[in-house]
């Protein structure tokens, strides 16, 4: 059964911690990225990746960090850095960047306390 | 700067009811015009996928419109059920974009009321 999973569905972080999101895909895509929802706002590109080992920041990288080791995961860390880290996170894939459907997965809210 | 602007921003109608979204952009050129229907908590789910050149396409209930000349699209949805209750997002792809930066709508929030 192909798909796109995110883990956890939910994150709670104190302030001055890093947390890493998790991303798997078995679709066999070649892309991957991460956006940021906030409400009343469209979705915000943070990072994406086009192929393994490569990935390029978004509109919002700043505060996040994200690395490409294998096709099938793509995880993203907020680190202390970020000043409003609080949202909800979803990842995507695409077969190809431009043309393809992208598939999302069900998202983490990540809550800062 | 690249836009895709939706109305309403919220709409409430009675079950077995149809409505139209509206969605309109400022991207030119562009590849490709998606909506996507997210439920609450979820990620969005595809619904349609339209290139510069066509001008309708249809998924069951679900019928999506694009006049490129006015830069303008609408997502009819009709004899709406209450599964319908959803946020519709329309999405704007440049056409020179081979990043996958796509370009978000705010997203129309539906309520189907019994």
Known sequence: DGGITQSPKYLFRKEGQNVTLSCEQNLNHDAMYWYRQDPGQGLRLIYYSQIVNDFQKGDIAEGYSVSREKKESFPLTVTSAQKNPTAFYLCASSRSPDTSEAFFGQGTRLTVV | ?114
């Open chain 2, 1 to 114: 700067k690249n836009q895709v602007e939706q109305s309403p921003q919220s709409l409430i109608i009675l079950e077995g009811k149809n409505c139209t979204l509206q969605c309109n952009y400022t991207v030119s050129p562009f590849s490709n015009l998606r909506w996507y229907k997210q439920d609450t908590g979820r990620g969005p789910v595809s619904l349609t996928i339209m290139t510069f050149s066509e001008n309708t396409k249809s998924n069951r209930r679900y019928t999506a419109t694009l006049d490129a000349d006015t830069k303008q699209s609408s997502l009819h949805i009709t004899a709406s059920q209450l599964s319908d209750s959803a946020s519709y997002i329309c999405v704007v792809s440049p056409y020179s974009s081979n990043t996958g930066k796509l370009i978000f709508g705010q997203g129309t929030t539906l309520q189907v009321k019994p």
